[in-house]
């Protein structure tokens, strides 16, 4: 009688952590509300401030970028915009869509809408168009280099490099190593060296390729700790900077930098009154000087280290 209560009570306890197994796997990670801040992220302070706020009143700001010469590109619903980096206009034009995503390269302006690249020159004239690449496109991002450009197609779930004349040349995320991006956030960046940075969204990591489209590292892990990626969908946007890369998130709304290996440096922006479930773009020539467009206020945001003037 004694084997078979024992044995009834072990089976008891075995099926119960099953059962805490199975929950704690399928539970959604709780992400704070607007107010509240995870635990442990307080003792780390800021490392930037906004030094300049510019509002955007005739159309909704989605994204931005900036070139090498310090011009801003700005793009939204439905224009395409450009302003030196005192941040006085110096061209505006109409676009047929809004531009969901920018890059600058040279002379050439990249602007994405949601299934065509728009080529513009740096005076605003429009110079031609590309794509639509696939049906059921939505591309999120769009990096230009001397040699590439490459986009994020949130619909598809690829990365497509393109050469100068806008002829593919090679795809990630096709087979082997796919993207799980859940929602449309899906961001690249093309480096000078031959790879291409994704942020694979479902998975909370930056992962490096090889322009031919092999995948050969990674970083990053869900959490809210200060290395990691809260939530779902992270981190929504990314830039390459000098000392790695400068990220941003939803859920926790929150712009930090991390290294080349991904370790966290410090924050630019964690303490702000942003809307958790909408992220900022982020743009950056020099790691100095960083650039957010919000759509949420339409508003881009100028951060300069608190140690810094001018």
Known sequence: MNKKIYAVISLLIILTF???????????????????????????????RTEKELAITDGQLLSVAVSGKGNLYLGGKSFLACYNNSLVLLWRIEMPDKITAVSVCGDTVYAASENIIHLVNNEGKMITEWGPYESRSLITSISATGKNIGFADSGNKR?????????????AGHSGNKF???????????????FFYAANTGYRRIETWTLEGLKKGQFGEAGTAPEAFCGCCNPAHFALIPQGFVTAEKGINRIKILDHQGAFVEYVSSRNTFTPSVPLDIASADGKTIYAANPDDSKLYVFKRMDETG
């Open 159 to 171: 990365i497509f490099i393109l050469d100068r004349t806008g002829e593919v040349v090679s795809m």
């Open 180 to 194: 799980v991006i859940p929602s449309p956030y899906f961001d690249v960046a093309l480096s000078d060296d031959g």
């Open 18 to 48: 099953i059962a805490y197994i199975v929950y704690d796997s399928v539970t959604p990670e709780k992400i704070p509300e607007s107010g509240e801040i995870a635990a442990g992220l307080t003792d780390l302070p800021d490392g930037w």
